[in-house]
């Protein structure tokens, strides 16, 4: 045979084993290609692709362009990630055997610091971490109209106060909490006392985009507080909308664009909040006028691709102002039950403005680094002006059922007179300027951090007390010749410090296989009022243990059944908490200089599940933890004002496990139940009684020690009529500790009756979000809309907040129960464009 013969014969013969070879090992493949591109159509070179629950991964070319063999006759989920750029989720459906399909992407601007992983469930593997749907607080039937109304109905997360914005999380109290909107920190006001004072929280639900929420053993990235965080972050739009909320209590109203170019992108959000239609079941009746209102904005500019400067800003006008008039309150048991009647004059004022304005510049420096500025500023002022006065009578209620005068006052216990003076105010100012990094290479992820902030703060206070509780008054008079009050305090505060913090750490995958991660980092904290420096240092750690067994069941398309499928969390660290303003001041007014940061060490292991019931997806997660408390600063809780001692003088703990299952119990409605139940005491030193006496050190109690809560958000629709839909918020919680005040802690063992509501919303749908026949006028001109009716409190339950103290003529004191808001019918309509 010819040379020429055996190369056509060698060639042949090549050909045909290349041609077998991709029958036999190539038949189930399919093939897929385009180009991938941002906004303007320039092409975007090394996006990295990857296919979920597989292992094909794939990069584009410095023309955009991407070529890759997937498998055939299966459905596929791609996700397209680039640093600087949101990521990209596309779902295609199976391609036949050989098929070849053109599929071009198109990726948006905008940039996150967090890091994407690639799985069916984003953060799973963060401990005590709860990613939440910001529309389910949309349709929560809300007394407060804030958007933390939702979280508490999850795990570690308490609360007695439906008025209030303020939470607990796992015994800690409301300054034990962060809370940041696009990494800004927001800060609660000073001076509120109740939670019908508050106003607007700063959170505007129909602006934000995601959220996110820790219960504690949280990374070393967010800031230094011992409890929680909360990290929103808002929308960056692509087009326009808007939307509309309207009902008997509130208007709340927002806006959003985008140009053609998506280079500039914009929200606007507006809101008017007024409770007094609630708070009008109260015992102390009056003339309640409280009016809030706060305007938002967030502005996107995508100066180049990989340059991106944002504006956040926000103000805020709240004011309460109220002419009590008169009380009546009965209160007891069955056999012995009492009656307060008391008459005002005077008027109470609380009034404050707070304005925020934050700039941030985000630059990619290539697809694996990208840098963050951030320059913020807040600033609130703050004034408490009231003069209440009031008469008051203290009778017995007659309780015999056979009796003709039956729950009417028999008899004349105490009377008594109190005038009550405040002329408070407070002026604050925060800035911040500060750094973000972050920076992915292979299997690790690097992120830090340094900021510095300043503060200043100016305080006046002038308030004093006087009772009188024998029903006659016969002047006192001190050394000085004054007259003396049973309270009185008046001071003049100011103060400017600077706070240095700064952080770093690492995520690092330890093994694909079943996916096992590690984060650890560290943060450091020096604070120049008392130059004390502080480390913390923190890990969290992830793994699943059925991963590998499933993966290869699923591969092999075998009928066994699968293992559960369970990833397994734990989390230690380190949570110093430096003071702020207020646990500087003491009861009388002056400020400790010597005061030093408090500290919680969390342990906490834990894990979740993903189940299937009744054909549809569940989740179980479950956690326990224990926080070591040291240089803990004791403080009185009074509805939502939080007093403190100012002195580090105790020690303490918090231990407890965390429950929840969420899912559809009602298909294609999501809902869940959480089940806490916790424990935390501390013990004070250098404690002292009424008569000077030292008090032996022991455990009690901490003022946020709620043993049990439980809490359930339902959703339901009538099967013949899905447009009609229920939402149902069960939230109980058992007592917490209060006593007389005295400032003494070690009385405080009584508990307040537990906290029981239920809060419902029904609803019907007038056009749904997803409706393809746009045919008549308002079908093409709203998005969504719906109408509803809510029932606040629908059980009626006389939830007590707090207590005032009356005295008899025999100087025995009673504790008379200030309950919250009953029942109420709330009318609410929702348009979306």
Same mark, same amino acid.
Do not use: C
């Given at each position: ?6 190369? +056509? ?64 006759? !299966? ?27 053109? *599929? ?13 992983? $690639? ?28 958007? @933390? ?99 008997? &209590?509130? *208007? ?26 609630? *708070? ?17 904005? &967030? ?12 504006? /956040? ?13 008169? %009380? ?64 008051? #009578? /203290? ?16 008899? &004349? ?32 992820? *690097? ?7 300043? @503060?200043?703060?100016?305080? %006046? ?56 991660? +590690? ?14 420096? $502080? ?46 303003? %207020? ?40 956690? $326990? ?7 803990? +600063? ?22 407890? !496990?965390?429950?929840? $299952? ?21 013990? !004070? ?21 709620? %043993? ?57 749908? &007038?056009?749904?979000?997803?409706? #393809? ?32 103290? !009356? ?12 309950? /919250? ?13």
């Amino acid at each position: 045979m010819s040379k020429a013969l055996r190369k +056509i014969a060698a060639f042949f013969l090549f050909g045909l084993t290349q041609l077998f070879i991709a029958n036999v090992f190539g038949q189930d493949k399919a093939y897929l290609f385009g180009t991938i591109s941002d906004s303007l159509n320039r092409p975007i070179e090394d996006v990295n692709i990857q296919i979920i629950s597989t292992k094909i991964t794939g990069n584009s070319d410095k023309n955009g362009k991407y070529n890759l063999q997937v498998p055939s006759n !299966i459905p596929l989920t791609l996700v397209f990630t680039y640093v600087g750029r949101p990521p990209k989720k596309v779902e295609i459906q199976a391609l036949e055997k050989g098929e070849k399909k053109e *599929l071009a992407v198109q990726m948006d601007f905008g940039v996150s610091l967090r890091v994407f992983v $690639v799985s069916e469930e984003k953060d799973r593997d963060k401990v005590s971490m709860y990613t939440i749907d910001p529309k389910k607080a949309s349709i929560l039937a809300n007394v407060s109209g804030s958007f @933390e109304q939702i979280l508490k109905t999850l795990p570690g997360v308490s609360s007695n106060n439906e008025l209030s914005s303020q939470y607990n999380v796992r015994g800690g109290n409301y300054d034990e909490n962060l809370i940041y909107v696009n990494d800004i920190e927001i800060y609660r006001p000073f001076l509120p006392r109740s939670g019908q004072q508050e106003g607007l929280s700063f959170i505007h639900t129909e602006l934000v985009q995601n959220v996110k929420f820790s219960a504690g053993g949280f990374e070393a990235r967010y800031g230094d507080k011992m409890s929680s965080v909360l990290d929103i972050k808002y929308k960056d739009p692509k087009k326009f909308g808007a939307s509309a909320t309207v009902s008997l &209590l509130g *208007l709340q109203t927002h806006v959003e664009g985008a140009s053609k170019d998506l280079r500039f992108t914009w929200l606007l959000g507006a809101r008017y909040w007024s409770n007094a239609y609630v *708070l009008g079941t109260f015992d102390v009746q009056g003339d309640y006028q409280p009016k809030f209102y706060d305007v938002q904005t &967030l502005l996107n500019w995508h100066l180049t691709d990989n340059l991106t400067l944002s504006i /956040l800003g926000s103000f805020a006008s709240n004011k309460y102002y109220f002419v009590p008039q008169n %009380r009546q309150t009965t209160f007891g048991t069955v056999n012995r039950a009492y009656q307060l009647n008391i008459f005002f004059d005077g008027a109470d004022l609380m009034e404050y403005q707070t304005g925020m304005a934050a700039a941030t510049l985000n630059y990619k420096l290539n697809h694996k680094t990208q840098l963050k500025l951030i320059g913020s500023s807040f600033y609130s002022n703050e004034n408490e002006i009231f003069t209440v006065e009031g008469a008051y #009578r /203290l009778s017995d209620i007659e309780t015999d059922l056979g009796s003709d005068n039956f729950a009417r006052a028999r008899s &004349l216990r105490g009377v008594g007179y109190f005038i009550n003076n405040a002329r408070n105010a407070v002026v604050a100012r925060v800035n911040n300027i500060g750094h973000r990094g972050f920076h992915s290479e292979g299997k690790n992820t *690097l992120q830090w951090g340094a900021f510095l902030q300043t @503060e200043t703060i100016n305080d %006046r206070l002038h308030e004093w007390y006087y009772d009188d509780s024998a029903g006659f008054s016969r002047p006192k008079l001190d050394s000085n010749g004054n007259f003396e009050l049973n309270s009185y305090l008046s001071t003049k505060l100011s103060l400017t410090t600077y706070r240095l913090s700064a952080y770093a750490q690492n995520s690092q995958i330890l093994n694909k296989t079943y996916n096992a991660t +590690i984060t650890y980092g560290i943060r450091i904290n020096n604070w120049s009022y008392n130059q004390q420096t $502080v480390l913390s240092p923190r890990i969290q750690f992830a793994f699943e243990p059925n991963r590998k067994f499933n993966k290869l069941l699923k591969e092999s398309k075998s009928d066994a059944k699968p293992k559960k499928d369970w990833l397994i969390k734990a989390a230690y660290g380190w949570y110093y908490q430096p003071p702020f303003y %207020r646990e500087l001041r003491d009861f009388n007014g002056e400020l400790n200089p010597k005061i030093k940061a408090q500290r919680a060490i969390h342990y906490v292991v834990g894990g979740d599940m993903n189940f299937t019931a009744w054909n549809r997806p569940f989740k179980f997660i479950g956690e $326990v933890y224990y926080k070591q408390l040291d240089f803990l +600063i004791p403080y009185e809780i009074d509805n939502v004002r939080i007093r403190y001692f100012a002195n580090n003088n105790s020690s303490g703990y918090a231990s407890g !496990i965390d429950l929840r $299952v969420n899912g559809e119990f009602v298909k294609g409605a999501e809902s869940w139940a959480s089940l806490s139940v916790m424990k935390t005491q501390e013990k !004070i030193t250098d404690a002292i009684d009424a008569q000077g006496n030292a008090i032996t050190p022991s455990f009690i109690p901490r003022p946020t020690d709620q %043993r049990v809560n439980f809490a359930i958000f339902f959703q339901d629709y009538l099967r013949k009529n899905p447009k009609l839909r229920m939402n149902l918020n069960l939230v109980y919680g058992s007592g917490l500790p209060f006593g007389v005040p005295d400032r003494n802690r070690y009385n405080d063992l009584n508990r307040i009756p537990s906290y029981r509501r239920v809060d419902l919303g029904i609803n019907r749908v &007038l056009i749904e979000e997803d409706t #393809r026949k746009r045919d008549n006028f308002w079908r093409k001109n709203i998005q969504s809309a719906w109408i509803g009716i809510e029932v606040f409190n629908l059980l009626g339950v006389n939830n007590t907040i707090s207590y005032i103290w !009356i005295e008899d003529v025999t100087a025995a004191r009673y504790a008379v129960p200030n309950y /919250l808001t009953n029942r109420r019918v709330n009318i609410k309509m929702q348009l979306r464009f």
